[in-house]
Each structure stands twice: as structure tokens, then as C-alpha cells.
T-cell receptor, first 116, second 110 residues
Framework: GAGVSQSPSNKVTEKGKDVELRCDPI?????LYWYRQSLGQGLEFLIY????????KSGLPSDRFSAERTGGSVSTLTIQRTQQEDSAVYLC??????????????FGPGTRLTVL | EDKVVQSPLSLVVHEGDTVTLNCSYE??????LLWYKQEKKAPTFLFML????IEKKSGRLSSILDKKELSSILNITATQTGDSAIYLC??????????FGTGTRLTIIP
């Protein structure tokens, strides 16, 4: 189908390594969101993109986390010097809307990150 | 393919009405079903259901799971304008991932 896709689906890395997680939103969707789901926790908002700009980065947990979006499409979430507490499922969602969090978000399948 | 389907896609009711939102799922190694309310930032957690037939309640909201029918409903009684939101259903399955439905947009008219 033409849903949101994420890669890799699973990533195991060693503490201290950098990782890149990729999200391909639904074609034409201008808004893109990153969340993470830690074991036993609720969804945690990380960052939101409108086009290529990120008006709201307030959810990034530390300066080891960064994200970019190019061409208004694909987004990459980068975690530098990974820590064990970064282990989680990282979810990406996209929506048509021009206003944040006001339109239906379509979620990708997530990337399960395990930091050893 | 794991799938979660919600209905209706959108719903507009008057304040005070009762609404029922539906969620059906097809997932392998089903573990639990979760309901979220999406208003701003991250969706907020409402309920997690693992056992069939046991209703969970929180104020005016309640939810129940039917594993035989592979479905769940979310009820909201005496709706208020603050209930306006997108309600997301997600199925939690064997490898700890969540599969989300596309949500039901609920609008409460004063």
C-alpha cells in the first residue's frame, strides 16, 4: 500500500554508536511527526515537521537527538552516542494538515531500537 | 498483514449525546488493544484491554474488548466539547509494536 513506511524495522546497536532511523511519509502529506514508545510507557512526542522545517522540537529528549526532513518528504531521526535508555519503538506519522496535531495522523509500523 | 480499522472516520454530535466508536483488528499474536485520545502533542493513553468481556471505565468513558469478534468499542456518555478529538485505536502484538488505526474524529457541538 501507500502508507507510512519506516526503516529499519529493527535495529540493535551498541552503546555509544550513532543510529539513523528513516521515515517515508504518505505522498503529499505536509506534516510529519516522530514519537517514541518505551516499554510500559505512553507515546512520547519528539518532533514535528511542517514541510522541511521543524516548528516544534520541544520533545527531543537531549542534544544527542536530531532530525531532518528533505524535499518535504523523507525524514531521518538521528541518535548520537546511543544510551540504553534510548531503547524504544520509534514511530513516525504523517498527516495532510497545515496545522499541527489537528488532522488524522497515519502511523508507520515503527522501528524497534535496542541499545545493548 | 496486521491491520486495525476504526469506524466511523468522523462523527459530529451535540453536547450531551452518547457516542460509540468502533475498532476492529487483524493481528498475529495479539496481546492487547489500546485506546488513545489525540488533541495535541502525543496521543494520551485512555485504556488498555487484554481480556475479553471486561469493561474498563474512566469517568464518562468506557471500553470493552471482544476477542471473539476481534473488536473493541469506546463509549463516551454525556459528551462535552472537551471530548472533541481524534480517538486512536492500536493493537499491541507479539513483537512489542503497535499497529494504529487511522482514528475517528469526534466533534462535539455545543
Amino acid at each position: 500500500g501507500a502508507g507510512v513506511s519506516q526503516s529499519p524495522s529493527n535495529k540493535v546497536t551498541e552503546k555509544g554508536k550513532d543510529v539513523e532511523l528513516r521515515c517515508d511519509p504518505i505522498s503529499g502529506h505536509t506534516a510529519l511527526y516522530w514519537y517514541r514508545q518505551s516499554l510500559g510507557q505512553g507515546l512520547e512526542f519528539l518532533i514535528y515537521f511542517q514541510g522541511n522545517s521543524a516548528p516544534d522540537k520541544s520533545g527531543l529528549p537531549s542534544d544527542r537527538f536530531s532530525a531532518e526532513r528533505t524535499g518535504g518528504s523523507v525524514s531521518t531521526l538521528t541518535i548520537q552516542r546511543t544510551q540504553q535508555e534510548d531503547s524504544a519503538v520509534y514511530l513516525c506519522a504523517s498527516s495532510l494538515s497545515l496545522g499541527p496535531f489537528t488532522d488524522t495522523q497515519y502511523f508507520g509500523p515503527g522501528t524497534r531500537l535496542t541499545v545493548l | 498483514e496486521d491491520k486495525v480499522v476504526q469506524s466511523p472516520l468522523s462523527l459530529v454530535v451535540h453536547e450531551g449525546d452518547t457516542v460509540t466508536l468502533n475498532c476492529s483488528y487483524e493481528v498475529t499474536n495479539f496481546r492487547s488493544l489500546l485506546w488513545y485520545k489525540q488533541e495535541k502533542k502525543a496521543p494520551t493513553f485512555l485504556f488498555m484491554l487484554t481480556s475479553s468481556g471486561i469493561e474498563k471505565k474512566s469517568g464518562r468513558l468506557s471500553s470493552i474488548l471482544d476477542k471473539k469478534e476481534l473488536s473493541s468499542i469506546l463509549n463516551i456518555t454525556a459528551t462535552q466539547t472537551g471530548d472533541s478529538a481524534i480517538y486512536l485505536c492500536a493493537a499491541h502484538f507479539g513483537n512489542e509494536k503497535l499497529t494504529f488505526g487511522t482514528g475517528t474524529r469526534l466533534t462535539i457541538i455545543p
